[in-house]
């Protein structure tokens, strides 16, 4: 009996010691499986998207100087046009020029329109190209993973080359969100009577000023929303008149008109950048004709005249 006990002590211990070795087998399995994955996203996958992203690049190009007005396309099509009009009576080659130049500026308008950003309320500034907004976007999206970060200083570089731009400038190397937020707070919808702050540059709407509850799915007030943002720019505007002008150097403030420097010799600033400032009355008028609001445009061509 007791060789058997220790027969069977000796078997459960061998028993124990598979286990432990292909749970050790299976831990190296799976520290081996996050490696693999980095190799191939940082191999061939990048590799074939490089090549894809590299080669669209090129193929857009060639399609907007294609395309563009004033290229040798609508040239040729003008050339074309003029050939068709030599057999013709005077009469009809006038209608024919009159419908063909219709027709091309209606192409025109068109091509235009298809190679330019969509104007959107609270855009803080004017975009750059297509090609330069585009490689930007994609290049910001790429930075989230980690492991890429040497691949995607490379591909950045190869596309700027290929736009002719430096990889160190700041419009290569830093994305900003293209709209400004501008928050109404405690914005209480009129039919729920829930209160909530809405962002008039990207929250839902279903039509011009027609911005909808997150609750009811129901309509704000237009009229209120506009009076919301007239008060918004004239507190703006207050603030900007009202700030106080101090010393860098020891913090006091200007006690006179005249004064340039303080009595310490530091330089006066103000509270308020004017960039700042600028932002928020920019984003304010990017708002009116998307949205219709007449009122809001007047009291920014009043106070346009006004500010510096």
């Known amino acids: 009996s007791t060789a058997g006990g220790a027969g069977a002590t000796s078997g459960d211990a061998a028993m124990d010691g598979s286990a432990a070795e292909a749970k050790v087998d299976g831990a190296a399995k799976k520290t081996d499986e996050p490696d693999e994955v980095r190799e191939f996203i940082q191999g061939p996958f990048f590799s074939d998207l490089r090549r894809r992203v590299l080669h669209y690049m090129e193929v857009m190009q060639m399609q907007q100087q294609r395309e563009l007005p004033g290229n040798f396309g609508d040239s040729k099509q003008t050339f074309e046009a003029d050939e068709d009009f030599g057999d013709s009576s005077e009469d009809e080659q006038h209608g024919t020029q009159d ?166 010799f530091g330089r006066f600033q103000v509270r308020f950048n004017e960039s700042d400032f600028r932002t928020v009355v920019t984003v304010l008028r990017s708002l009116v004709a998307p949205h219709d609001l007449p009122w809001l445009g007047q009291m920014l061509a009043l106070y346009g005249r006004m500010l510096p």
């Open 99 to 264: 419908r063909q130049l219709r027709k091309a500026e209606r192409l025109r308008r068109h091509l235009e329109a298809k190679w330019s950003f969509p104007e959107i309320p609270g855009r803080r500034a004017v975009p750059g190209s297509i090609e330069m907004e585009f490689m930007r976007a994609l290049i910001q999206i790429f930075q989230l993973e980690e492991t890429l970060a040497d691949q995607v200083v490379a591909l950045r570089e190869r596309m700027c080359q290929k736009l002719r731009l430096s990889a160190f400038g700041v419009a290569a190397n830093v994305f900003e969100n293209p709209c400004f937020p501008l928050v109404l707070r405690d914005v209480v919808c009129p039919w729920c009577h829930t209160a909530s702050h809405v962002d008039v540059t990207s929250h839902a709407s279903r039509g011009p000023g027609l911005w909808t509850c997150t609750n009811c799915e129901r309509f704000y007030e237009k009229d209120v929303m506009q009076g919301m943002l007239v008060a918004l720019l004239e507190n703006v505007v207050q603030a900007w008149q009202a700030q106080e002008v101090f010393c860098k150097k020891c913090r006091g403030y200007r006690s006179s008109h005249i004064q340039t420097f303080c009595d310490c």
